[in-house]
């Protein structure tokens, strides 16, 4: 199986307190994501050795979750800040051809036999900031925009497109209101926070403390301030570059 994050990793963390439960793995800057054991299957419900995952940083699925590979032709890819709940399922592919006479794999009985070629899936993407309710099942190539809720046990169709900042229950899932009005929605992904790291979010802590919801004035001129704060510290991380 291969397992991509980003390139601040410092790889797996043994002796984390999750370690028990999870693949724990480090960020320069203290920061860690989960996986949890025995979480890549394949059809035959035995550990899938091919296939792409990638997961962002500060990101983690819960217990029981399981990540279905029918083979290395589709990839799930985890953004940052995704908190996943327990028992989630990804069915990356499994599909059968239901356009011929019969949908059997009649090439798993050998002696000649042959079918059609199964359908595929595009990739499977979770952006960033998503908060995911247990037990909730995700088919293939299905996209999750940043900042959605997926309630418990909801069901993401086929080829699902969210909208950013979406929340979606149900089965198949649907939309049911938005987190915040338009104008925040468009700062906060205009902001992408989840690309600073953990000592900028600890500077700035107490606008993620905020109702953002209360006022939408106040709201949008705390983003401003924070977009603000986002470039003065990209363009000091540049000059140290520079001089380094």
Known sequence: MNVVTSDDSVGILPNHPFSNH???????????????KNCFRNWLD????????????????????????????QKLVIGKNVAGGMRLKFLLNGQHEMR?????????????????????????????DVWIGDEAMFLGGSVVESGCVIGARAVIPPDFRSEPYGVYVGSPARLVRFRFSEKIRERLLELAWWDMPL???KANNGAFLADLTKDEGR??????????????????????AVQD
């Open 22 to 36: 999870f693949v724990v793995i480090g960020y320069r800057d203290g920061a860690f994501s989960t996986i949890p």
């Open 199 to 201: 000592d900028w979010i």
């Open 100 to 128: 011929s006479i019969s949908m059997t794999m009649f090439s798993l009985y050998g002696n000649g036999l042959d079918n059609c070629v199964m359908p595929q899936y595009g990739d499977t993407v979770i952006h960033n």
């Open 46 to 73: 035995e550990e899938a050795t091919i296939g792409t995952f990638h997961i962002g940083r500060c990101s983690g699925l819960g217990v029981g979750s399981i990540v279905k590979y029918d083979g290395d032709a």
């Open 219 to 240: 709201a949008l001129e705390m983003l401003a301030e924070l977009q603000l704060a986002k470039k003065r510290a990209l363009e000091k991380t540049r000059a140290a």
